[in-house]
């Protein structure tokens, strides 16, 4: 009797596992319990056993509690070895104490020994200061004597000087025979083309440079830096009046006036009109600021 190729010489079963029409069960051949024996038969919608995976859950638990154990026996062992070694730096910190205790009184008592031997040294000083003081206030005396000429002199100069800054306020136009040069203005310049001019605001006190009270009404005062005091200046109006008419600006545009300066007040144009002055050459109460040609016809007298 011959048997079919895919049949055993010792089984007439057919060899591995045969598969039935149910998908639920599987049947093992001999192949299989000889590869997994101690496995047990297991459907295929079955799950698996909760044995190992318990056992694995319980062995991570129980290497964190080893871990943790370490742990905290490595925080007290270091704990207690700083405790001990706490007593050591507490004497070594009072011995330090100690010592600084010891040099501040050597150091007090090295003080007062020198304060001893200054005081000794002030008393010898002292005396020997007292002759000087004698001669130096015999010698003060003669230098006040030969110094009173001198002084005399300075208060004759200071009230020329007063003099002269009272003229200030005096000080008419005019215009110099011979022409100006900077040396005798300062170095300033002797004409300018274009500056600003604009009227002093009312209700301002003013004092000139010589101390006298402003006069409003004065048509020949002005205040600029530009200038020394007691210089004459020649004022021409310049065109550019935007809030004029025509017929005003014909009025007014090219017309000249002769003011001094008699203050060094400063604003953000280059020359402060009294309204007295400002009106000979713009519309007092129209014009707030003007443009004029500035030339020096005179120098401070």
Do not use: C, K
């Not at 079919?4 to 591995?16: C, D, L």
């Not at 011979?178 to 203005?185: E, S």
């Not at 008699?262 to 009109?273: A, K, V, Y």
């Amino acid at each position: 009797m011959t048997y079919p190729a895919y049949m055993s010489h010792h089984f007439r079963e057919p060899r591995g596992a045969q598969d039935f029409s149910s998908p639920q069960v599987r049947v093992r051949g001999a192949n299989d319990f000889r590869q997994y024996s101690s496995q047990r038969l297991r459907l295929p919608n079955e799950r698996p056993p909760l044995g190992p995976r318990f056992r694995q859950i319980v062995g991570a638990i129980l290497t964190l509690a080893m871990l943790a154990g370490i742990g905290v026996g490595v925080y007290f062992g270091v704990t207690l070895l700083l405790e001990e070694d706490e007593p050591a730096t507490v004497e070594l910190g009072q011995s330090a104490q100690a010592a600084q205790a010891e040099g501040a009184a050597t150091s007090v008592d090295a003080q007062t020994s020198q304060q001893s031997e200054t005081a000794t040294d002030a008393s010898t000083e002292s005396a020997t200061t007292e002759t000087a003081a004698g001669d130096d206030t015999q010698e003060a005396t003669q230098a006040q004597e030969t110094a009173e000429p001198s002084q005399g002199e300075q208060e004759t100069q200071q009230a020329a000087q007063t003099q002269d800054a009272v003229a200030v306020s005096l000080i008419e136009p005019r215009v110099a025979d011979q022409q100006v040069t900077p040396a005798q203005i300062g170095g300033a310049e002797i004409v300018a083309q274009r500056l600003t001019a604009e009227p002093i605001p009312s209700g301002i006190p003013r004092t000139l440079a010589d101390g006298a009270a402003y006069d409003p009404t004065e048509p020949a005062t002005v205040f600029t830096s530009r200038w020394p005091v007691g210089t004459t200046l020649r004022l021409t109006r310049l065109p550019g009046a935007t809030l004029l008419t025509d017929e005003e600006q014909a009025e007014v545009v090219g017309t000249e006036t002769l003011v001094v300066v008699r203050g060094t007040e400063s604003s953000n144009s280059d020359l402060q009109l009294s309204p007295a002055a400002f009106e000979q050459i713009a519309f007092y109460g129209t014009e707030r600021i003007i443009a004029v040609r500035v030339e020096v016809t005179a120098p401070p007298p």
